[in-house]
Every structure is written in C-alpha cells, then in structure tokens.
C-alpha cells in the first residue's frame, strides 16, 4: 500500500520507492572492526589493507559465496578502486582481494567477535553495528576501534512497507509515522543502526552527542552508497561466480 511518511522528503531518493510503496528505514555500513591490541596503526581505507604490516590480519565476517555481507565488501573493495556500480565494481573487488590473498594479508576464517579477540583474525570486514556492539561486548578485552573507510562506504539497507492487504492500514501508517519520526529514528541509532534520516537529523543537531560519541565520525558516513536492488544482483553473481577462479581462499 503506498503511502508517504511526513518526514519523506528527509528519506534519500535511493532508498525508497518514488511511489511510496516502500522505503529505507535503517542501514549499516561495512567498517573494519580492529584489535589495536594487536594492530598498532589501524588501517584508514582499502588499499591500507594490502600493507605488510597487516599480514595474516584480514577477514571478512562471512563467504562470499554465500553471505550477502560477506559479497558486499568484496563489492565496497571494487567501489574503492573505481568500478562502477555493479558487475564492474563485483569485478574489481575480486581482483582487490585476490591481490591481498596473494600478498598473504587475507585470512580465510569467518570473522567474529571471539576470532577478533582472540587475534585470529585482527581485523575484520563487517557491519559497523555489529562492530561497534562487538567491540561493547568485548569491553575492553581487547580494544577495538571501528573506522569506516574513507572511500566504498557501501550501506545495506532495511525497508518498511505497509502490506496491501493490511486490516487496519491507518494504524500502519501511525506506526510508520512513529518510525519515520525523530524519536523512532533514534531508537535504531541507540543500537548503532544508521537511521534513513541520519543526515538529516545531523543537520538539524537533534541527535544526543551521547550517541554520536559512541559511533565513527558523522562525516564518514556522508558518502555512503545505496546500491539498487539490481545492482546487487549483478554484483552477486560477478563475486560469486568469479570468487574460486580469480581469489581461490576457501573461506570458512
């Protein structure tokens, strides 16, 4: 059913129907979660991760061959080095990580919280709420710092829709509007998801500093890219079908 929230003109044109039949609501954006116990300098961008002094330390939080996360910073790689939106960017970000498996800095092992603490992977490519509520949970034990990369800031987003067939549509649309709100959107930032209307709510200086100390630098995320639906798509295939032949790790 569609149907336009007050705050719609605040929702990026990328992440909603034009229509009103769905839109973004949340999104996370893929960080490096990093063990500064072990890792002295973290990286700052991509290409950072090919230095020596990250052998053995990269990780992704998934196989690329069958997590979308995983995929997806495969395709945020490709984006850094220029590709374009898509299979090219999938393509390129193929050969980024089969360069860092060939220097010896890629680490086959899904990453998590206990990989990251326990220096098996010391740095790990993943969701920076997941990060940033690893790096809460771990308390310290060790230090983790979360950066998003200064190019490839690439955001999965979560959608809201109202169902056609809802039976009491004006309630949904109350509760979209709850949602869509100042308030509701800062319920997803408390557990560090990015609201739609971040930039927005930035702006206007209605989010608690409390909150914004707590995550990576605002401006960071003010590139971030929204990729279509279809731009997925082929992104997938290119990581997938490619990833054995051009980076040959089996990650697991």
Same mark, same amino acid.
Request: proline content about 8%; overall charge negative; some cysteine.
């Given at each position: %059913?569609?149907? !336009?929230v007050s =705050? /719609? $003109?605040?929702i990026?044109?990328?992440? !909603? $129907?034009p229509?009103?039949?769905w ?13 500064? $116990? ?13 230095k020596?002094?990250?052998a053995?330390?990269?990780a ?5 061959r069958?997590?979308?996360q995983? %995929? ?12 374009a ?5 999938g *393509?390129k970000g ?6 860092l ?11 998590k919280?206990?990989? #990251?603490? *326990? ?17 809460d =949970?771990l308390?310290g ?13 690439v955001?999965?987003?979560?959608v809201q829709a109202?169902?056609?067939y809802a039976?009491?549509p004006?309630a949904? !649309?109350? /509760? ?6 100042d308030e509701?959107?800062?319920?997803? #930032?408390?557990?560090y998801?990015?609201?739609i209307?971040f930039n927005? %709510?930035? @702006?206007r200086?209605v989010i608690?500093q409390?909150?914004l ?7 960071a995320? @003010?590139?971030?890219?929204?990729p =279509? #639906?279809e @731009? *997925?798509e082929a992104?997938n ?7 054995d ?6 990650? *697991?």
């Amino acid at each position: %059913m569609p149907y !336009k929230v007050s =705050t /719609w $003109d605040t929702i990026p044109d990328e992440a !909603k $129907d034009p229509e009103g039949h769905w839109y973004g609501d949340y999104y996370g954006v893929l960080s490096f979660a990093v063990n500064t $116990d072990l890792v002295e300098t973290p990286p700052a961008d991509w290409e950072d991760l090919l230095k020596p002094e990250y052998a053995n330390a990269v990780a992704l939080a998934g196989d690329p061959r069958a997590s979308n996360q995983a %995929m997806l910073g495969v395709y945020a790689a490709g984006l850094a080095r220029g590709g374009a939106a898509g299979a090219d960017a999938g *393509q390129k970000g193929l050969e980024f990580f089969a360069e860092l498996n060939g220097a010896g800095n890629f680490v086959p092992v899904i990453g998590k919280a206990g990989t #990251l603490a *326990q220096g098996a992977t010391p740095i790990v490519v993943w969701w920076d709420y997941n990060a940033l509520s690893g790096r809460d =949970t771990l308390a310290g034990n060790p230090p983790v710092e979360v950066v998003v990369p200064a190019s490839g800031v690439v955001a999965g987003v979560y959608v809201q829709a109202i169902s056609a067939y809802a039976p009491h549509p004006n309630a949904a !649309k109350l /509760w979209m509007e709850h949602l869509y709100s100042d308030e509701g959107q800062l319920g997803w #930032l408390e557990g560090y998801c990015h609201p739609i209307r971040f930039n927005d %709510m930035v @702006e206007r200086g209605v989010i608690p500093q409390e909150l914004l100390d707590a995550l990576p630098p605002a401006e960071a995320y @003010e590139t971030a890219v929204f990729p =279509t #639906l279809e @731009e *997925q798509e082929a992104a997938n295939e290119a990581v997938t079908s490619g990833w054995d032949s051009v980076v040959g790790a089996n990650v *697991q």
